[in-house]
């Protein structure tokens, strides 16, 4: 079977804008012609062997970089968009929604933001208590909008990474000592005492109250965030200088995710990390006692592992409640969450609320044909004390079945069997499963047979 061809103009453009090229320069560097290099920018010829080494030669260029990670999400996010009942009657081919994420990845994500806005000014005037006197303006969420800078950025953001690991190097014993002992010459006082949340800072007298009810993993995480936010201010600025967020509360939410991207960093360092998730085979509970983080924090950090040249497994993250709801995701996978209405059903995940403190396992294939190892576990938190609401999460964590050998999780599933892979979906209105027995409403891209003198499991047909 020969090897599929490589269209990613939209990705060799921004390589060459950002190292500062004309394409004359970049062609005679790629020892290409000027035409064949502006045809392969324009998709009209797929990128060739001789330019994918001449990346890696000359510009040091990590080739995993031409995958077509972005496009999917892109397709993705613009598919579940389209699912809207708005676009019914207007819903494009998949052929086209691929060229236009690979072709005009900035028309895709316009269009994006365009739906995000619509979405919002819709929910806003369907609610009267929120609409009346406000300012009608369709602006994306500022929760939105930070989601996707993460999300675009295959949740690894280079700068804040290193800054971390070089921290952590820093460290010659306890790494909670080491932070307290830094904070303390920067004139920081910490104090335990409960009563004002898990983390709490007062920039005028410059005392740090950290829960002692906390888990002390929680503790270590909350130090090393304000540690972040103080000692860190510089650097953070600065990204969030270069992401243009469109509200200042957009800035203020990435700022508290880059110090949660801190210290998360600081905890689990990006080689020592890796090489522990490779040599223990991804193993979740004994990643968090070797780390002293916890299984949430090590589930995360493994999903963010995608420094150029040292990239681990591609895994997707996420954190669910009882109701079902994301409240956190990331995919460095093709599978994707749902942005608009439920989740999956068939998904692990939700099962997992049922059995505290175990980890279930799924082999699950999506309608892509895609097929996945999943584990699901609940991630309950106590409020430290009786009479306090305990918070319930539970988290998902996956890979493409293609790594199964390196996942401790996929020893003694059968891989090999078809029946093994149960099938899933990214949400009702997107799957095009005609058999399922959990679907909730049709999909937007088939038609329906409504015959009144049969009934089965739903009480329509899906046609083709």
Known sequence: MSPAKLYVGAKLREIRTRLGLTQKDFAAKLAV??????????????VSTAVVLGLAQEFGVDVTELRA???????SDMREALADPVFVDATPPLADLRLAASNAPALARAFLDLH??????????????EALGQDR???????????????????????????????????????ASHTETVLAAMGITLRLEAGQGVRAYDPAT????????????????????????????????ATLDLARFQSDTSREIARIGMANY???????????????????????????????????QV????????????????????????AGTVTKR???????FARFGGACPLWNVHQAFETPTRFLRQLAETPDGMRYVIIARDVSKSGGAWGTPTRRFAISLGCEVKHAADLVYADGLDLDRDSAFQPIGISCRICDRAQCHQRAVPPLERHLVVDPNRRGTLPYEIGR
């Open 262 to 296: 801190f210290a998360g960093a600081v905890l689990m360092p990006y080689t020592r990390f890796a090489s522990a998730a490779r040599e223990t085979r991804h193993d979740l509970e004994r990643l968090s006692i070797q780390f002293g983080a916890s299984i949430e």
């Open 69 to 75: 990670g972005d496009a999917e999400r892109l397709v």
């Open 137 to 175: 303006r369709a602006a994306p969420s500022p929760w939105e909008e930070v989601r996707d800078f993460f999300h675009y950025c295959d949740n690894y953001i280079d700068a804040v990474d290193r800054a971390a690991e070089r921290f952590a190097g820093q460290a010659t014993g306890d790494l």
């Open 299 to 322: 589930a995360h950090r493994l999903s963010t592992l995608q420094r150029p040249g040292a990239k681990g497994i591609p895994f997707f993250f996420a954190r669910v409640d009882q």
């Open 33 to 46: 012609s000027l035409p064949y290099l502006n045809q392969m920018e324009n998709n009209n010829r797929p």
């Open 206 to 237: 410059r005392v740090l109250t950290l829960s002692p009810r906390a888990a002390p993993e929680t503790q270590r995480f909350q130090l090393l965030h304000q540690y972040a936010l103080l000692g860190q201010a510089q650097l953070i600025e």
């Open 116 to 129: 995000r806005a619509y979405r919002q000014t819709h929910e806003r005037l369907a609610s009267l208590d």
């Open 330 to 336: 990331h995919s460095a996978t093709r599978l994707q």
